[in-house]
């Protein structure tokens, strides 16, 4: 089984500054992409930001500049320093990763719990 886990959501003011963390664990043999995806009241699923394994990301136009993926690949971690947040940034960010497991060596998209980002004065 493999698991990934966020932490870091919460209110901040517009301007303010958050960073999420997104932990796998389990049976993992090796992780490809990690990536951040947001999904706001009554939006469809957004990608916001996404680092492959070698190091190369893509960004959403609406956070090029003020966000920033990186991942620790010793600790199956990503993360996403986001600055200059606006209340259009206010929704649910989810972690996902596409991870190899150890039984079945097969490549599958996992996704974390969701963690609530509200930014309001």
């Known amino acids: 089984q493999v698991q990934l886990v966020e932490l870091g959501g919460g209110l901040v003011q517009p301007g303010g500054s958050l960073r999420l963390s997104c932990a796998a664990s389990?049976?993992?043999?090796?992780?490809?992409?990690m990536g951040w995806y947001r999904q706001a009241p009554g939006k469809q699923r957004e990608l916001v930001a996404i680092?492959?394994?070698?190091?190369?990301?893509n960004y959403a136009d609406s956070v090029k500049g003020r966000f920033t993926i990186s991942r620790d690949n010793a600790k199956d971690t990503v993360f996403l320093q986001m600055n200059s947040l606006k209340p259009e940034d206010t929704a649910v960010y989810y972690c996902?990763?596409?991870?190899?497991?150890?039984?079945?060596?097969?490549?599958?998209?996992?996704w974390g719990q969701g963690t609530q980002v509200t930014v309001s004065s």
């Open positions: 389990g049976s993992i043999f090796s992780i490809n992409g």
């Open positions: 680092v492959r394994s070698g190091g190369n990301t």
């Open positions: 996902n990763a596409a991870i190899r497991d150890w039984q079945t060596k097969n490549e599958a998209g996992y």
